[in-house]
């Protein structure tokens, strides 16, 4: 299963196709729900997607880093799970890439009017959406979590930070796993481990914080070849 790429728009001819859309050419969408978006995303749908009409998928939305930004969306497929899908990987999850534009920072409003887009083409199961993203992508997911808590069921910010403060406030009943490497001189080690110690000092029961030892900022390549982050993400849904 090849990654196609989307952009999202024109929502009611979509829903009106009885396609699948897991090899689709590159299409021009645009929406205007409570702003306006344009947002190109790679989309990749699991293998027995045309063959299960009445499943509920689980989905994953993947945050890129600073340098796959800009307004090609192949650049998405440098890292990551849409890396993994190019060389052959199957997921069991619906995963989208969306890419954010040059000079810009993941807007949380944007991406959640993706996800509710994606949930009205596919047949999402609501209860399994999950997020994760790596530098500029981890503290995406970090503030995205943070702003929309009730719609996540696991979290796994890679290299990030955040508002601390605020999400040992909003973020105690979610799952989060969190990774980073000691030598990190990009995104200091502890930009993640300011975001763990307020969350366990709220009290957090279920946060996990992988440090590796010897890695610098390129602590997403282990990180997504560990099948055990898949696994793990998958053993949680919202009730």
Not at 60 to 73: K, Q, S, T
Not at 88 to 97: D, L
Not at 170 to 183: E, M, Y
Not at 195 to 209: C, E, P, R, S, T
Request: net charge neutral.
């Amino acid at each position: 299963m090849k990654l196609a790429t989307l952009t999202l728009a024109l929502l009611v001819s979509l829903l009106l196709s009885p396609l699948s859309h897991a090899n689709q050419s590159p299409k021009n969408l645009k929406t205007t729900q409570k702003k306006s978006i344009d947002i190109d995303y790679l989309l990749y749908l699991p293998d027995d997607y045309k063959h299960n009409s009445h499943k509920k998928y689980p989905l994953l939305l993947f945050l890129h880093g600073a340098g796959e930004r800009g307004a090609d969306v192949d650049k998405v497929r440098a890292h990551g799970p849409p890396k993994l899908i190019d060389q052959g990987k199957s997921f069991p999850f619906i995963v989208a890439s969306p890419q954010c534009p040059a000079d810009s920072w993941w807007d949380s409003e944007e991406l959640m009017l993706l996800i509710e887009s994606l949930e009205k083409i596919h047949p999402i199961d609501p209860a399994r959406i999950y997020l994760t993203g790596l530098s500029m992508g981890g503290y995406g997911t970090w503030e995205l979590a943070t702003k929309y808590p009730e719609k996540f069921a696991a979290i796994a910010p890679i290299c990030g930070g955040g508002k601390a403060w605020l999400a040992a406030r909003r973020l105690q009943d979610i799952p989060i796993w969190v990774f980073h490497g000691a030598k990190d001189p990009v995104v200091p080690l502890s930009e993640s481990q300011e975001m763990v110690d307020a969350l366990k000092k709220k009290g957090h029961q279920n946060i996990k914080f992988t440090v590796y030892p010897d890695s610098t900022h390129d602590s997403w390549t282990e990180t997504y070849n560990n099948p055990d982050l898949y696994s793990w993400l998958l053993s949680y849904q919202k009730n």
